[in-house]
């Protein structure tokens, strides 16, 4: 949720964890906050509000030191404001430390510390650590053992990193939970939350794994494990490109990423085609196949759009392997008694790789036995990571938080691992061939629904005012109706439900008037009479109504108030064009409403805490 990014080197380290920070932001943006060493001193800047108001008070007060930390928060213990913001210090003013997680036992480790005499002057979980390490350097320890120690009496997940004016040569970092990465530079290096904010400087990363903590100098670094035992990490090369975490002339990234969609799809199938045989080649599940396809059944988990997409993946398994398969909220998953066998296939979906309901739900699954697989976008991540096996998206970098390419790229890989099994089973070649054409064909058709973006834009101006939005759709494009809902909910603070079309009338119904638009999903499918009958219904209640519809539907126009056209191919793949519109719709609506698209409040780009 939050973002960390540190620097140790020879450079001023200001202007690199303000850089860093910025492009953290995405992560979390209620307040922003660095601290730094110089001449054996500490000084702490923080600031409520965006990373700018941090930079903008850096420029009226300028500071300048060889080792920094930084930390921009998405509030969890205590409001948003400048006291709650990190970094947190004990009382000398001499050890700071910024984190992403949450302290669990947060409240009985403040009594006792409070009981030897420690005071606070925050809410935060985060000063309790800062002052439970304080006890342990009290004790005469070094830091990175201080560190330690504190941490052996912590419940709850962390990413943390440390400075200490009295060893004004390292910084201390440490993972449980929450991903923290270390970039390897010449005579410098960097610390951070998410390689994004490391690419600008290196390419070379050591990813932390929980339990891990890090002592990290300007020209090396050393890593233990918490129970002190020392360990020798890989060092990655990460290949991300700067260009892809800018935004380059959009006003948005949610709208570069929404107009990415005819690339990012295809980077998704890339070489993973296999026209002649009817099926997919993919490498991350090699060796697994015979075993997935003799599943009993498949669990797919996730957490919103990435749910989503997993709703649309039941239907493809369902229909074309045979496996029944169910679709679970990972954070419920956690939480009750899952039935779970080695028969089953378990496919956690996440963009970021980090959610912490996730990556708990995949770890429950993995440990009851079933075959655990990952479908990820970003490389290294916790969930990839953590899986026996998996899939990336290849989406490349999300950065809006509200997710576009990433869902259409999850419904790729999902058709694709969907055709991989089927054709182990008993999916005919023939059939096997013509969704691998109609795959091939998605990106000139998406490139063909992105030239409505002015049209749509037209048509969102009318919806700038309304207070609530019914989403409806049948069958595979039911999810799809979920997914516009949450776009323009998230975005546009305008109230939406996704419902299936027909179950409208056992209850939603009753909202219809003139003031309640309803967006109906209705390509030309087995279901587009049915869905007919419901549009007719909305209509006699004077329900303002806005259709997805195919191409060559000549009947939609005379039902409804506004029709936006998407070309047609395969039931199974038309919930990845019927829901680009929903993407520009919600975006448009937003951006009329004057709203921060890429920065929805309240939210972050990716929840690593429960
Ligand atoms: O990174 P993940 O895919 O695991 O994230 C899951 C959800 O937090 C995410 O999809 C969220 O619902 C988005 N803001 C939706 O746009």
Redesign the pocket.
């Known amino acids: 949720m939050c973002g960390i990014v540190g620097y140790i080197g020879n450079k001023n380290s200001v202007p690199i964890l303000i850089e860093g920070l910025k492009r953290l932001e995405y992560r979390g943006y209620d307040s922003a906050g660095l601290g730094i060493i110089a001449d054996n001193k500490c000084t702490i800047v923080k600031r409520k509000g965006k990373v700018s108001e941090l930079e903008l008070s850096l420029k009226e007060h300028p500071i300048s030191a060889p080792l920094g930390i930084a930390h921009t928060r998405w509030a969890t213990h205590g409001e948003p404001n400048q006291i709650n913001a990190h970094p947190h210090t004990n009382s000398s003013g001499k050890l700071f430390l910024v984190h992403n997680g949450i302290i669990e036992n947060y409240n009985v480790l403040k009594t006792e510390l409070q009981r030897n005499g420690y005071e606070f002057y925050s809410e935060t979980d985060t000063e309790v650590l800062v002052k439970l390490i304080d006890s342990f350097l009290q004790k005469k320890l070094e830091l990175s053992e201080a560190v330690r120690y504190a941490l052996n009496e912590v419940k709850g997940t962390y990413g943390i990193a440390v400075g200490y004016s009295d060893e004004p040569d390292k910084i201390v970092v440490a993972k449980k939970g929450s991903p923290l990465v270390l970039g390897v530079g010449d005579g410098e290096n960097f610390i951070a939350s998410d390689v994004n904010a490391l690419i600008a400087h290196t390419s070379r990363v050591v990813y932390l794994e929980d339990g891990e903590i890090a002592v990290v100098y300007k020209d090396r670094f050393e890593a233990k494990t918490i129970e002190d035992e020392q360990i020798k990490k890989e060092i990655h090369e990460v290949t991300v490109a700067l260009e892809e975490i800018s935004k380059g002339e959009f006003p948005h990234f949610m709208l570069k990423e929404i107009m990415e969609q005819p690339h990012s799809v295809k980077n998704s199938f890339r070489g993973r085609l296999l026209f002649e045989e009817g099926s997919s080649k993919l490498g991350g599940l090699q060796g697994y196949e015979e075993r997935i396809a003799r599943s009993k059944r498949i669990l797919i988990c ?5 749910w989503h997409a997993g709703l649309v993946g039941e239907y493809m398994l369902e229909q074309y392997t045979g496996i029944p398969t169910e679709v679970e909220y990972a954070s419920e998953f956690r939480y009750r008694n899952p039935i779970i066998t080695t028969d089953d296939t378990c496919i956690f979906i ?3 790789g980090e ?1 912490a309901d ?1 990556l708990a739900a995949m770890k429950e699954a993995k440990r009851r036995g079933a075959l655990v697989l990952g479908v990820c976008n970003v490389v290294g991540s916790s969930i990839a990571r953590e899986s026996e096996a998996g899939v990336y998206i290849h989406a490349g970098p999300e950065i809006g ?3 576009t390419k ?1 869902f259409t790229s999850q419904l790729i890989v999902l058709a694709l691992i969907t055709i991989l099994i089927a054709r182990r089973r008993h999916l005919s070649l023939i059939d096997g061939q013509t969704i691998i054409r109609e795959l091939d064909l998605i990106p000139g058709k998406i490139a063909e629904i992105l030239e409505k973006n002015e049209e749509i834009k037209t048509i969102a101006q009318d919806f700038i005012n309304a207070k609530n939005f019914l989403y409806l759709g049948r069958g595979y494009n039911f999810p799809v109706a979920l997914e516009g809902a ?2 323009l909910k ?1 975005i546009s603070y305008i109230h939406a439900e996704g419902y299936p079309a027909a179950e409208m009338k056992h209850g939603p119904i009753a909202l219809i008037d003139e003031n309640m638009p309803s967006v109906f999903i209705t390509p030309m499918d087995s279901v587009y009479d049915k869905v007919i009958s419901n549009i007719e219904e909305v209509k006699a209640r004077k329900g303002k109504i806005i259709a997805i519809a195919s191409k060559h539907d000549d009947k939609i126009d005379n039902l409804v108030d506004y029709s936006i056209r998407v070309p047609e191919t395969i039931r199974m793949l038309m919930p990845i064009l019927t829901a680009i519109p929903l993407q520009l719709l919600a975006y448009h609506i937003a951006v009329g409403k004057g709203l921060n698209v890429d920065q929805p409040r309240n ?1 972050a780009k ?2 690593t805490v429960e």
């Open positions: 996730a957490c919103g759009t990435s996440s963009q970021s959610t996730t938080v509200a997710s990433a949450l776009k998230e939210l990716s929840v």
